[in-house]
Nanobody, 119 residues
Framework: QVQLVESGGGLVQSGGSLRLSCTAS????????MGWYRQAPGKQRELVAT???????NYADSVKGRFTISRDNAKNSVYLQMNSLKPEDTAVYYC?????????????WGQGTQVTVSS
């Protein structure tokens, strides 16, 4: 099992910034991937940004140039710095971790943190 604890959501005006944090209960070196997804009301959960095996990063086109994912290996944590926020960034943001288990990858999720951007 991998437990993920998130923090950092809140209410911010359009153009503002927020920083999300997620700490895993295991070494992030044991994970295949770790990053952030979001789900807006009435929409499917979507990738925001993630680290994948080898240290590569993957961003949604909608956040490129505005959001930055980073990590602190010693703290088993990943962060999402969100700048130039827009009302359409409003969603519940979930931390995600993937860990290889035999032939498959198991997904683990945090409890979610609400991000609301007012216009």
């Amino acid at each position: 099992q991998v437990q993920l604890v998130e923090s950092g959501g809140g209410l911010v005006q359009s153009g503002g910034s927020l920083r999300l944090s997620c700490t895993a209960s295991v070494s992030i070196f044991s994970l295949y991937a770790m990053g952030w997804y979001r789900q807006a009301p009435g929409k499917q959960r979507e990738l925001v940004a993630t680290f994948i095996s080898g240290g590569k990063t993957n961003y949604a086109d909608s956040v490129k140039g505005r959001f930055t994912i980073s990590r602190d290996n010693a703290k088993n944590s990943v962060y999402l710095q969100m700048n130039s926020l827009k009302p359409e960034d409003t969603a519940v943001y979930y931390c995600n971790a993937g860990r290889v288990a035999g032939p498959k990858v198991n997904d683990y999720w945090g409890q979610g943190t609400q991000v609301t951007v007012s216009s």
